[in-house]
């Protein structure tokens, strides 16, 4: 692997397209539509997801030796020296503060911009508290959530008040995330977490692996379809119940909500196919996983597009698609099935 292939993969440079845009919905469901504000805003989603996987990446090393599978990552294979990656952190977040004062250039600090300056503080925290001691602290998985719930309600509290849409889809933001760590992550990390001493909500409630058979408890099974439930009813919310806060195109709403339908369907579906997993296929596993996350960030944009309009909300869709698309092959991975 040569150096820049390994930096890329490091930074998980594919996966950025889609991990970088909360902040930016965020500011959207504000009404903030400036292009070069919209860009600074993913710049700060990029670096803080950089950060969070590169002090994963650290603090994991001994865990990830003990996969055959993970042996090639850049800090596990030795071509990137584990003090390199403290001092990438280090100014990661030194980015990330330049441009959340780029973006406030010539403003005045008010009290939602203070409280953005607390929520990228808190996201930092908490998610380095994940990071560093997650795999032992038991609930750590909600640390995580929270942390990239507050960087979307960054997007929103540095232009203005949130709005009701805005905590809708902090909710759903806090529910994909804990989805994302706690069950998708903890399926796929069951058939050695349990020889490290790892403590998260699969190992307790039962989540095991003996030889190639996979046992998942129907208490994790609820748990995991419970939050894609909760998520699939917000999502409808707004059509309902909120009808005076959004722009609606009449005759395109039954559109819209068959569309969003569709997205939901496709992602409970390919959720109930992981939770139905007998066997530990760790392929099978990174592919269901891998298409949950894209059919799941396409559902958002759909929902905002009697907010935003049709073509914004395509271009929210295809850009993290075609990002991954473009990126993954040029480091020799394979679609939809990243290294993890």
């Known amino acids: 692997m040569n150096k820049i292939t390994a930096y890329a993969r490091l930074l998980r440079i594919p996966g950025l397209g889609a991990l970088a845009?909360?902040?930016?919905?965020?500011?959207?469901?504000?009404?903030m539509?400036?292009?070069?504000?919209?860009?600074?805003?993913?710049?700060?989603?990029?670096?803080?997801a950089m950060y969070g996987f590169i002090l994963n990446d650290y603090a994991d090393i001994e865990l990830d030796r003990l996969i055959p599978e993970l042996k090639g990552k850049p800090l596990v294979d030795g071509t990137i020296h584990p003090r390199t990656?403290?001092?990438i952190c280090f100014f990661l977040v030194l980015l990330a503060f330049f441009f959340l004062f780029l973006l406030w250039r010539g403003q005045n600090l008010n009290d939602y911009k203070f409280l953005a300056m607390i929520c990228i503080f808190l996201a930092g925290i908490l998610g380095s508290i994940y990071d560093l001691r997650g795999k032992t602290l038991?609930?750590?998985d909600f640390f995580v959530a929270i942390s990239m719930s507050f960087l979307f309600l960054l997007g929103a509290l540095s232009f203005g008040a949130p709005t009701i849409i805005t905590w809708i889809i902090f909710i759903l933001t806090f529910n994909q995330a804990l989805h994302m760590n706690a069950v998708e992550g903890g399926i796929k990390d069951a058939d050695h977490d349990f020889m490290m001493g790892v403590n998260n909500i699969a190992l307790g409630s039962?989540?095991?692996?003996?030889?190639?058979?996979?046992?998942?408890?129907t208490s994790f099974k609820a748990f995991g379809m419970g939050i894609r439930l909760f998520s699939v009813v917000l999502l409808f919310t707004p059509f309902f119940f909120f009808k005076d806060q959004l722009?609606?195109?009449?005759p395109w709403q039954p559109l819209i909500i068959g569309i969003l339908a569709a997205a939901a369907f496709g992602v409970l579906f390919f959720s109930i196919k992981l939770l139905s997993l007998k066997r530990f296929e760790r392929n099978a596993i990174r592919k269901y996983i891998g298409i949950q996350s894209f059919l799941r960030y396409s559902l958002v944009p759909i929902m905002l597009i009697p907010i935003i309009g049709v073509v914004p909300s395509i271009i929210l869709i295809i850009f993290p698609i075609a990002w991954y698309i473009i990126f993954t092959p040029l480091l020799g991975e394979k679609l939809f099935r990243p290294r993890m």
Not at 21 to 29: F, Y
Not at 33 to 48: E, K, M, Q
Not at 247 to 250: A, D, F, G, K, L
């Open 21 to 31: 845009i909360p902040p930016v919905i965020g500011a959207l469901t504000v009404g």
């Open 33 to 48: 539509t400036d292009l070069p504000n919209l860009l600074i805003l993913f710049f700060i989603g990029a670096v803080s």
């Open 85 to 87: 990656a403290v001092f």
């Open 138 to 140: 038991p609930g750590s």
């Open 206 to 217: 039962g989540v095991k692996v003996d030889g190639e058979k996979l046992y998942i408890p």
């Open 247 to 250: 722009i609606y195109y009449e």
